[in-house]
């Protein structure tokens, strides 16, 4: 099972889980920029997490073999505080960087003057870059959350075909998908989606535009929710065809409207397995290699898309 | 969806060293640009890469490199030239990426200021390739900031660039020291290490920090890395290079 986590926060997670992701089929992700848990109190801030969204963790993903790549924006929340809009003037030079696939996330927190001015800004900026959009949908208030989200879509320079709605569920479901946008899940442990609604929810609207991810970050998340969707898909009488439109195709299709998605990953080698200097630290006294053996043996199939 | 390209990837996993990416700086690419700069001279490297280049993509490299040189100077925020070094990766193939970038410095004369905002402004990638650049565009110690930023960093294709001809020549000895020490530390080859041979002979404190080094990891049952045996055959006082080296 080839799994491609389009929406996965791993300046949150550990080396662990870039191994385990690994082991279960993980091939590719896409980090969103997003709200770090504790607010930032200028550009600067970005700036600097924006680097290391386009340096130190597609080095990370690398020494796993997985291909990593982003999306940036000024996140919903963070857009209400005026101290952080000036990262809006510095982001159109990011967003022509290789390797970010889409502006994002953006959308609505709490849906205030603020945030609409910042998803529209946004949205613009994505039409200007020949990116598409990750629009991220509230958490309280999720269906008139949604339904203002798609007006002001509607409304932009962005065609609906390019944006992909997330964190959607049953309730919001089929207002996306009668929009004409790509539909995003995020399965987690306690809150969003959980495997079995989201296999039901692949019942009864289809895979068509259907993107599932973990969205794992700095919460009670699990990195390894893609590949537990795929066994419930198998379960549920799914072919091996279909998990793979679900979690591969369609998200290298969508990310792939950037023309910026390259998925042979680069072996950044053996290095960095001595202890105190590498992100491998602790590494055993005869360190396993990353990217060879068991999990080496698993190449990553063609993008096929 | 021909720039998805998830079928191309023949660099992928074949690499062994922690040098992804400096391939074109060891040894025999010094003999063919005939100076110590660890690349073609610029004019050869734009020969070797439109060899390699796709027809789109070495007719966008000829417009680009076209544009730096006419127009290298500011024009608002981000030059022009700057945009196309930023996306060199996706017209070139990522494996040409390196190539068109420092091609792309070289056309637009930049200096050390210049190079220096290309760097801090730029991905990794980029940065990687400001650190190539450096040897042909700047003569003196002014952008050294930059390699020791880079030797700083824990990504080995940074580390892997910044010691190359550049540090060689204008890194001081304790630097340099640590630069070795960590290119054995993080499992970067030192054939990325440019002169090596010629700025490890008879260097006692390299021998004692290699030496330490060794028992350091001898106590702990740990291998130690093969390279250390080589570099520490080098700061003997009679030591005679190896031919990659020489």
């Known amino acids: 099972m080839r799994i491609f986590d389009p ?13 385990a992701m690994r082991a279960v089929g993980v091939r590719a992700v896409v980090e969103p920029s997003f709200w770090l848990g ?24 690398a020494q796993y073999g997985i291909a990593h790549h982003c999306t940036l924006a000024l996140n919903p929340k963070e857009a209400n505080d005026p101290r952080c809009l000036p990262v809006l ?21 709490s849906m205030t003057p603020a945030e609409d001015t910042a998803l529209a800004a946004q949205l613009q900026l994505a039409a200007a870059h020949e990116l598409p959009a990750l629009v991220h949908t509230p958490h309280r208030d999720k269906l008139a959350g949604l339904r203002r989200t798609l007006d002001v879509v509607r409304e932009s320079a962005l065609p ?26 995020s399965v987690y442990p306690d809150t969003k989606m959980d495997e079995e609604r989201m296999v039901a929810v692949l019942k009864s ?14 919460g009670r998340s699990d990195p390894l929710k893609t590949r537990r969707v795929g066994d419930a898909m198998l379960a549920a009488g799914f072919t091996e065809d279909d998990v793979d439109q679900v979690l591969w195709r369609n998200p290298v299709a969508f990310y792939g409207l950037s023309g910026r998605l390259v998925l042979d990953v680069e072996d950044t080698g053996a290095g960095a397995t001595h202890e105190g200097n590498s992100i491998l630290r602790g590494a055993p006294a005869t360190p396993a290699e990353p990217g060879s053996g068991a999990r080496g043996s698993e190449v990553a199939p063609a993008a096929g898309a | 969806m021909s720039s998805t390209s998830g079928t ?27 100076d110590d700069t660890g690349l073609p001279a610029p004019a050869g490297l734009r020969a070797e890469l439109d060899a390699r280049l796709g027809e789109a993509a070495r007719a966008w490299l000829a ?35 390196d190539a068109a970038r420092v091609l792309l410095l070289h056309a637009a004369r930049a200096d050390a200021g210049t190079l220096a905002r290309v760097y801090r402004q730029g991905t990794a990638d980029e940065r990687r390739a400001v650190l190539k650049a450096l040897p042909h565009l700047v003569p003196g110690p002014e952008a050294l900031p930059l390699v020791e930023d880079a030797l700083r960093t824990n990504d080995t294709r940074l580390v892997a660039a910044a010691v190359g001809p550049y540090a060689a020549r204008h890194l001081d000895a304790h630097n340099w020291r640590h630069a070795v020490l960590k290119c054995l530390f993080t499992g970067v080859g030192v054939d990325a290490v440019a002169d090596l041979a010629r700025r490890a002979r008879a260097d006692a404190e390299l021998a004692r920090m290699l030496a330490d080094y060794a028992a350091e990891r001898t106590a702990a049952g740990r291998p130690v890395p093969g390279d250390l045996h080589r570099v520490l055959a080098l700061t003997e006082p009679t030591a005679t290079p190896h031919g990659k080296e020489s």
């Open chain 1, 205 to 218: 609207y289809g895979m068509e535009k259907v993107l599932v991810n973990s969205a794992a970050d700095w």
């Open chain 1, 7 to 19: 929406h996965i926060h791993m300046t949150s997670r550990t080396t662990d889980d870039y191994e």
């Open chain 1, 38 to 61: 504790q607010p930032r109190t200028s550009p600067a801030s970005f700036l600097d997490y924006f680097d290391a969204l386009l340096g130190w963790e597609p080095f990370r993903a």
């Open chain 2, 8 to 34: 191309s990837g023949t660099s992928g996993t074949s690499g062994t060293s922690g040098t992804s990416g400096t391939s074109g700086t060891s040894g025999p690419s010094r003999d063919r640009a005939g």
């Open chain 1, 89 to 109: 003037d510095e982001l159109p030079r990011y967003l022509v960087k290789d390797r970010v696939v889409a502006v994002g996330e953006i959308g609505y927190d």
């Open chain 1, 160 to 185: 609906m075909d390019r944006v992909l709605v997330d964190h959607l569920n049953e309730t919001t479901v089929k207002e996306a998908k009668d929009g004409g946008c790509w539909l995003g899940f």
């Open chain 2, 63 to 97: 417009r680009a490199l076209d544009g730096a040189a006419a127009r290298p100077g500011g024009h608002g925020p981000v030059s022009p030239w700057e945009l196309r070094v930023a996306e060199a990766g996706r017209r070139c193939g990522p494996e040409h990426a």
